[in-house]
C-alpha cells in the first residue's frame, strides 16, 4: 500500500504530479469530481472554434515551462507581438512596450519617457528578492513620481500578474512575473486542452489510474498520518481494474466509500482542501479573479487592432487568433477581461471599441463573470504566507496555484506538483 498514491483532483497540479509519480514506479490514482480532466485549464470547442476559460499565456521560461520540459511535453504556439493600444481616459495611445514604441508614443512626456525607459530596462533585469516586504504600490511609490508612469506600471503589473491588487500584492512575486512576461509568452496551439491532452497521454503510458465523476469528501488521517480517502455519493466512474477491484469490499453504506491510502496529494482548490482536512492549520489568501467575454467571429472587422490595455481602467483585450491556432480559416478568436470584478456591459464596449460591428460576425460568445485565475494573491512576506506542499500529516501533500513552491498561476501549480512528488519518492 505504501507504493499507492492517491491525488485528489485532475487539473494541471494533480496531472504532472502523476506523471512525475508513475513514471518513479508509484502506483497512482486521480480521483477528479468531473466527468473531464483539466481543471481551468480546460478548452471547449464550439463551432470549430477553442475557447479556454478567459484569456491563457504560458509564460516561456518560467516554472510552468521546465517542469512541462522535465516532462517531456512541448507547449507550441506563437509568441504575440508586444504591440497594441493603451486606453486611458477613453483615448488611444501606442502601448510603450519596447524602445520604439516608448519612443513614438504620445502617452508620455519627455521626462516620463527617459525614465519609463530606465524601468523597462531595469525591470528585464532586476532581482526580485530585495522587494518581498514590499507590495506593488510601494515599489511603484518608490520608483516613479509621473502619475502616467504609475499608471502605466501598474497595468503592466496587472498585465503579467492578472491582479489589479497593487495594495496587497508582493512587488517581488509581481517583478519577477513581470519580467518572465517582457520575455515573452505563448499562446497555445488548440487551447490549454493541449497541454491537459498530453500530461493525460503521458500519465496513462505510465500507468496512471483515473476515476472521473467522483468526488473526495474527507481525507482520513490519525496519529499524524494518512490513513486514506473518503468517496462521496454514487457518481464513481471506475475506469480501471484495480479501483474497481478494490472498491467493493471499502464501501461503507453510511459513510460513502473510504479507499485506504498512504499518501494523499490534495491537488484542490483551498476551501476544498480545508473541507477534506479540516483540523489541519490552513492560512487564509485571498482570491485573484476576473469577468471574462470570449468571443469566436467569423471574421475580424479590423484585423490591426489585436492587442489592448486599459491604463486608467483595469481592461484587458487580445486577438489570440493572431497567434495561436484556435480557429477554423478565416475565423477569429478574442478575448477581452476586467481584472477583479466586472460586468458584460463593460466587455461589449471595450470591444465595440476595438472591433466596431464584431456583433454582425458573431459565431459563438460567452460571458465569465467571475473566474477564479488564482487561488491565492501572493502577499508580502510577513503579511500573509501560502501553504507549503508539504503538510505536518505524515503522507499528506498539497498542489495548486496557491501552494508556494515558487511562480503563481500555473507556475505554481506546476512547480509546486512537482515539489509534491519530489516530497512523496524522498519519503521512499
Ligand atoms: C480566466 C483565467 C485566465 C488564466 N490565465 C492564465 C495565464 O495566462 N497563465 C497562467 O499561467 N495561468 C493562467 N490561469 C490560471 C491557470 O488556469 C491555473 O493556475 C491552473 O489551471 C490551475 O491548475 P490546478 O491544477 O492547480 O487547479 P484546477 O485547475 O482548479 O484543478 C483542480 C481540480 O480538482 C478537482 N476537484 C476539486 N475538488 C475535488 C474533490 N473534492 N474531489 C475530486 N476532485 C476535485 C476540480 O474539479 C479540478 O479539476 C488562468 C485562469 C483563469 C480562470
Redesign the pocket.
Known sequence: MSKNVII?????????AAVFLARAGRTVTI????R???????THLRHGYRF????????RN?L?WNVLRELGIPVRGGIPKPRGVAILGGEQYKLPTNPWSLLTTSIFGPKAKAKAAMLLLRIRRIDPKPYASMTVREWIDANASEERLRQVLEAMFRLAT?SDRADLQSASAALAHLRLAIRG?VYVDEG?QKIVDSLHSAAVASGVNFVTS????SVHHDGGSVRGVE??GLEVDVRNDTMSLAMPDMTDPDKGTLIPAETVLM???PS?AR??APDLDWPTSSAVT?A?LDIALSKLPEPRNTFALGIDKPLYYSVHSKWAQLTPKGGALL?A?KYGEGTEGELETLVDEMQPGWRELIVHRRF?PA?????ALVEPEGRSSRMRAVTPVRGLYV?????DEG????????A??RAAAKAILAAG
Not at 36 to 42: F, K, Q, S, T
Open positions: 485528489v483532483g485532475g487539473g494541471l497540479a494533480g496531472l504532472s480521483f477528479e469530481r468531473r473531464y480532466l483539466g481543471g481551468r485549464a480546460v479556454n476559460l478567459g484569456p491563457h499565456a504560458f509564460y518560467g510552468g492578472y509568452v490549454w467522483s468526488r473526495v469528501v468517496l462521496g491537488a484542490v482548490d476544498t473541507e477534506l476576473a471574462c478575448h477581461m465569465l473566474m477564479t485565475v488564482s487561488n498542489a495548486g496555484d496557491w501552494v511562480g503563481i498561476l500555473s507556475d505554481a501549480a506546476f509546486s506538483a
